[in-house]
């Protein structure tokens, strides 16, 4: 069983940084993939980015330049650093973990995972 609990949400100008972090119990955390979905009101839970065990990531097209995710095993927590943020990614952010490997290609479903976080909202201003 993981637990898995975010924090480090808030209200930022658009422009402005905001880092999330996500911690896990269980001693399995180090050869986990961990992600990171987000969703807004009235829209479908999306992708945001994974990293694997290994340290490789991925991240959605709508992030990719402005949010990075990295993970220390030692302190069994992933990160989320967002940069330049926009109002468009105001959402509740959710930490997530599969239960078994996964190729990369299905990182981007949130059906492939099994643990989820309880959120941390994001609210960016314009």
């Known amino acids: 069983q993981v637990q898995l609990a975010e924090s480090g949400g808030g209200l930022v100008q658009a422009g402005g940084s905001l880092r999330l972090s996500c911690a896990a119990s269980?001693?399995?955390?180090?050869?986990?993939?961990m992600a990171w979905f987000r969703q807004a009101p009235g829209k479908e839970r999306e992708f945001v980015a994974a990293i694997s065990w290994s340290g490789s990531t991925q991240s959605a097209d709508s992030v990719r330049g402005r949010f990075t995710i990295s993970r220390d095993n030692a302190k069994n927590t992933v990160y989320l650093q967002m940069n330049s943020l926009k109002p468009e990614d105001t959402a509740v952010y959710y930490c997530?973990?599969?239960?078994?490997?996964?190729?990369?290609?299905?990182?981007?479903?949130?059906?492939?995972?099994?643990?989820w976080g309880q959120g941390t909202q994001v609210t960016v201003s314009s």
């Open positions: 269980g001693r399995t955390f180090s050869s986990r993939t």
């Open positions: 997530a973990a599969p239960s078994a490997l996964y190729p990369s290609s299905k990182l981007y479903s949130a059906n492939v995972y099994d643990y």
